[in-house]
């Protein structure tokens, strides 16, 4: 089996645990125990693309911010979908239902609240923010009250507020701009 067959697997199916020391990474999935040798890429190279190499045998795979595109291309799909307050289904979805529903397609399970999102998530500088991290607003009150997911180019995708439907906007309006706490990123 070669190793981006045995990826699809992985991703697909659930890695049950995952072992991290400086030479390797060892997969655990249903009992089946995989010691992969895992290399980061140079320095200068992995923090503009955020990449990491995975060697199986004599077959590699390279790993670059796939997912964060693939979570901004399902996000997507649901423009147009009605906020619902306290939902998080295609049905409807308020601010962090939409964010817990686009990151559970993708085997991240994110609380149902703005809050805990943003208490959770590892904050970043505005240069730092990347496709598919968070946006973080203070819409009323003194604590975080909205979130949506950072699209890169000072855009975002969210469910709004009552009345309105999943849409993208832009962190330039005075609206969005003067209510931005900040970034974070849950990868």
């Known amino acids: 089996m070669d190793c981006k067959t045995l990826l699809l697997i992985f991703l697909f199916l659930g890695i049950t645990s995952v072992l991290w ?12 125990s995989i010691p992969v040798e895992y290399k980061t890429i140079p320095a200068d190279i992995a923090k503009r693309q955020r990449c990491s190499i995975f060697y199986f045998d004599n077959d590699s795979v390279m790993i670059c911010d796939t997912m964060r595109a693939n979570i901004i291309n399902k996000a997507q799909d649901y ?13 409807g979805f308020d601010c962090s239902g939409y964010v817990k529903f686009i990151y559970k397609i993708f085997g ?25 991290d968070l946006v973080f607003f203070i819409t009323r009150g003194k604590g975080i009250s909205h979130v949506g997911i950072y699209m890169g180019k000072n855009k975002f995708i ?7 439907t999943v849409s993208i906007d832009t962190l330039n309006t005075g609206y969005y701009r003067n209510h931005l706490v900040g970034f974070g990123s849950v990868f």
Not at 79 to 91: A, D, E, F, T
């Open 21 to 32: 020391s400086q030479e390797y990474v060892q997969l655990q999935f249903n009992g089946i």
């Open 79 to 91: 423009l147009g979908v009605s906020y619902r307050y306290g939902r998080s289904s295609k049905n």
């Open 108 to 132: 991240l399970d994110l609380p149902h609240s703005s809050y805990a999102q943003y208490k959770m998530s590892k904050p970043l500088k505005t240069e730092e923010a990347q496709p598919g």
């Open 158 to 164: 969210h469910s709004p507020s009552r009345g309105k």
